[in-house]
């Protein structure tokens, strides 16, 4: 066996590896994340409004963590900070099973968001090191789906778990939770050192025909001007994308188009399912096109799944036909993100120089939890107010407005980004 095929062996068993992880760690998750602020407020006795400060203060959290673990990354090694970033994941959440006050609740909270900040782009970034560029779309979509089966098997366990009148259930689904997340710490330790982009690479970080190290960092990350683009093309989608779709849609659901919670569980379902069954088959479909078509194509669908549930509030509608209209959107919104997929985890690797990879990553990281700071506060403005469809009116014209923005992108990205590169059969 030649060293490029070892090489090619044992990237391919980091590969599986790391979806096993994913697919353990997410069962775990699963099983805590529909539950995070009922847990603080009736189980740890924080009042509500404080519970709500401490899940936004986490996102800042994460996203200080984030930027401090791209430079990290690229002088460590993507694998070790994977591994730094499960491990705090692990430890903030077997805090919050052990139990006690306010104090206690905020640094668990924000120890969880930090490792969470750590290990996404690190995670995303072994992956471009562990799979050929052009099975990368593949991989990331995958993930993807992996990710969100696990969530929605340990969604559904939950309910047979979890019970008000028993804080002891809290506390199971929290150490389950904690235990698997150690799980993908040690299948990272134990199985995936020594492969490709676990450790820096000497040979990247220097300067070509020399033994100088490479300058940049941050300022040359931003200075990429491609890049930059794509990650304010990335936070529209964010704000008026993925931090609509928790609170801000269940509230409208509900406050104004009367929808039971039980009719928002099953949208959820319905999310989750869409993505599960047409993940792969829509990277299949959609293996030549180029990836800002796959991006307005997303904004497209996400605009489409608002209109609905704006729709769904009309007088024509109402009862049933609502309810399936309300379901249906969410199943739109999640059929969009598995057109996003294979895009957001591959553009940062594409992109990146070697010795920068990490802080591209953590850069594009970043985009999400800026998104979950921007976009709520606006809904709940215009929520409150006394005009909520505006709501559904700023959201669709938010999205319609990444979907041009992603037509725009692909004048200024490179070629070899823009396109992802297939293999030809041989012969």
């Known amino acids: 066996m030649t060293l490029t095929e070892a090489t090619a062996r044992r990237s391919r068993r980091a590969w599986r590896l790391s979806m096993a992880g994913t697919l353990v760690s997410s069962l775990g998750g699963g099983l805590t994340l529909p539950f995070l602020l009922v847990y603080l407020h009736a189980v740890r006795q924080v009042p509500l409004a404080l519970a709500g400060v401490l899940v936004a203060a986490s996102a800042v959290a994460g996203m200080v963590a984030t930027a401090a ?24 959440t077997a805090l919050l099973a052990i139990g006690g006050g306010v104090l206690e609740a905020a640094v668990a909270v ?46 559904l366990a ?25 799980i993908f710490a040690a299948i990272v330790v134990l199985g995936m ?34 890049f930059t683009a794509y990650l304010a093309l990335a936070l529209l989608l964010g704000v008026f994308g993925y931090a609509q779709l928790d609170g801000p849609w269940a509230a409208f659901a509900t406050l ?11 949208g959820f379902a319905a999310n989750t399912a869409a993505i599960v069954v047409s993940q792969l088959a829509v990277v299949r479909l959609t293996r030549r096109w180029r990836r800002t078509r796959l991006l307005a194509l997303t904004a497209t669908l996400w ?5 609905a549930t704006g729709l769904a509030t009309l007088p024509a509608l109402h009862g049933l036909a609502a309810d399936v209209v309300l379901v249906a959107a969410l199943g739109v919104f999640g059929l969009g993100e598995t057109f996003l997929s294979p895009v957001s985890g591959a553009m940062p690797n594409v992109l990146a120089p070697p010795h920068l990879r990490a802080r591209y990553n953590a850069l594009a990281s970043t985009t999400w939890p800026l998104g979950g700071l921007i976009g709520p506060p606006i809904a709940g ?23 041009v923005g992603a037509l725009g992108l692909s004048r200024i990205l490179p070629a070899r980004a823009d396109r992802a590169p297939v293999e030809e059969p041989a012969g």
């Open 69 to 92: 673990g791209g430079p990290l990354g690229d002088r460590y090694g993507l694998g070790r900070m994977l591994v730094v970033g499960l491990v705090a994941q692990a430890l903030g």
């Open 110 to 155: 924000a120890v969880i968001a930090a490792g969470n900040g750590v290990a996404w782009p690190a995670l995303n970034g072994l992956i471009a090191g562990q799979v050929p560029l052009s099975e990368q779309p593949r991989a990331f979509a995958l993930r993807f789906g992996v990710m969100n089966a696990g969530l929605g098997i340990g969604g």
């Open 158 to 182: 939950s309910g047979w778990i979890v019970s008000l009148d028993d804080p002891a259930s809290f506390q199971l689904i929290y150490g389950i939770d904690a235990t698997t997340t150690a």
């Open 193 to 226: 050192r020594g492969t490709p982009g676990y450790l820096p690479d000497p040979a990247a970080r220097r300067r070509p025909g020399s033994d100088r190290p490479r300058g940049g960092g941050y300022r040359a990350v931003l200075a990429d001007r491609p």
């Open 256 to 266: 104004v188009g009367h929808a039971t919670p039980r009719i928002v569980g099953i």
């Open 303 to 307: 605009a489409a799944a608002w209109t």
């Open 381 to 403: 403005v215009l929520l409150g107010g006394p005009a909520p469809l505006s709501w559904v009116v700023l959201i669709v014209a938010g999205t319609a407005l990444a979907g």
